[in-house]
Structures are given as structure tokens and as C-alpha cells.
Nanobody, 120 residues
């Protein structure tokens, strides 16, 4: 069984920083793309950042220059370093991982979500 565990959310003042982590565990053969989404109250879930297996990254325009996505393949973990946080970054953040499991084939998994609240 494969699962994702997120950590690192919390309450921070505007201008502050947080780092989110998303660790994959279980019977995993390989991990493809890893990404972070967020969903603010009353809004649709949106893609924030992605990183491919080769390390290429992409970001939604609203976080460019402030957020950095990275991954540690040895730890099967994705990170989202968030800096210069703004109140509009307040949301539940979800990681999303595309991976191959031993015996289970391709899986696209979601983390449980971690809340980020930015106060003004």
C-alpha cells in the first residue's frame, strides 16, 4: 500500500515563510511528477507548482518568485518552500504524486491536505 503524508502547514504572518513536505511511502517502484495544489475557502482547487522526475519545475503566476518546489528522490519527498507569504495564499495545500507501485501499477495519489493561514 502506498500513501502520502504531508506536514509543515500552520499560521504565519504576512511576509513570513513556511516549508511544506510530502513524503511517499510503501511499495514504490518509481515516482514521476510531484506537485502541490491549494484550495481556498469557496474557491476551486488550483495547481500551485509541479516538478517532474527530471527536476523541471513550473509555477502558477501568482507564486512565481516566492515559492520553490523541490524533491529528494532518496527520501521520496517533495517540498514547497513558501516565502513572502500573503493573506491570499491562505488555503489547504495538497500534494499530488504520480508514481508506479510494485504490483499496483500507476497510481496518482493525493495527500491529506495541510492548512496554511497567513494573517495580515
Amino acid at each position: 500500500q502506498v500513501q502520502l503524508v504531508e506536514s509543515g502547514g500552520g499560521l504565519v504572518q504576512a511576509g513570513g515563510s513556511l516549508r511544506l513536505s510530502c513524503a511517499a511511502s510503501g511499495s514504490i517502484s518509481s515516482i514521476n511528477a510531484m506537485g502541490w495544489y491549494r484550495q481556498a475557502p469557496g474557491k476551486q482547487r488550483e495547481l500551485v507548482a509541479t516538478i517532474t522526475g527530471g527536476g523541471s519545475t513550473s509555477y502558477v503566476d501568482s507564486v512565481k518568485g516566492r515559492f520553490t518546489i523541490s524533491r529528494d528522490n532518496t527520501k521520496r519527498t517533495a517540498y514547497l518552500q513558501m516565502s513572502s507569504l500573503k493573506p491570499e495564499d491562505t488555503a489547504i495545500y495538497y500534494c499530488n504524486v504520480d508514481l508506479w507501485g510494485w504490483g499496483s501499477g500507476r497510481n496518482v495519489l493525493w495527500g491529506q491536505g495541510t492548512p496554511v493561514t497567513v494573517s495580515s
